[in-house]
């Protein structure tokens, strides 16, 4: 299958201070990519949806100015979490997919990264 | 709206049994796609198996399945011959053509007993 690549894996970072996830499709150009979030024995939870070149759509209740995202070429999207809190920690993973939802083609998943705020 | 329902938070199999993992769902796309994916312990989520929802016949790979019953809006998955490494978490999900995202249901934790 299609390899996904989130960096960095984990991350510990201090209160107040911003932090930069990184998502890239190594092997296809994906047309958009999601960002979920995920806590502790749940389900993921879809924070947005990018697609090239334009402005993320964000979920009701997802701060956008708080998790900027950027999707600035088909094989990398970047998730920022500005001035993070503890309540920010989480397990974030992103997803690529080479299609739209009219082609109903799978997303691909990175490794997650899981974000400690101290 | 869309939404995925599982409703077996956590399920016990004995090792080479089959088992079957309930998934439901409810969409108002008139065409749609349905995917289990599969998360061990370590975090990472990985596909399992794919059915577009205008498909005739049941998606199969290798020992997954899936039991689509388009009337009923269920897409259950299949596992046969369970092996101790089937141990994880399984997430139903749905991606519709107009409403152009992948949500998730709240996952099953499977058990595989030796």
């Known amino acids: 299958g299609a390899v996904v690549s989130q960096h960095p894996s984990w991350v510990i970072c201090k209160s107040g201070t911003s932090v930069k996830i990184e998502c890239r499709s190594l092997d296809f150009q994906a047309t958009t990519m999601f960002w979920y979030r995920q806590f502790p024995k749940q389900s993921l939870m879809l924070m947005a949806t990018s697609n090239e070149g334009s402005k993320a759509t964000y979920e009701q209740g997802v701060e956008k100015d708080k998790f900027l995202i950027n999707h600035a070429s088909l094989t990398l999207s970047t998730l920022t979490v500005t001035s993070a809190h503890p309540e920010d920690s989480s397990f974030y993973i992103c997803s690529a997919s080479t299609g739209t939802g009219l082609e109903n083609t799978e997303a691909f998943f990175g490794q997650g990264t899981r974000l400690t705020v101290v | 709206a869309q939404k995925i329902t599982q409703t077996q938070p956590g399920m016990f199999v004995q090792e080479k049994e089959a088992v079957t993992l309930d998934c439901t769902y409810d969409?108002?796309?008139?065409?749609?796609?349905l995917f289990w994916y599969k998360q061990p312990s370590s975090g990472e989520m990985i596909f399992l198996i794919y059915q577009g929802s205008y498909d005739q016949q049941n998606a199969t790979e290798g020992r997954y399945s899936l039991n689509f019953q388009k009337a009923r809006k269920s897409a259950n998955l299949v596992i046969s011959a369970s092996q101790l490494g089937d141990s994880a978490m399984y997430f139903c999900a749905m991606r519709g053509n107009r409403d152009d995202k992948i949500i998730f249901g709240k996952g099953t934790r499977l058990h595989i007993l030796p």
């Open positions: 969409t108002s796309d008139p065409s749609y796609g």
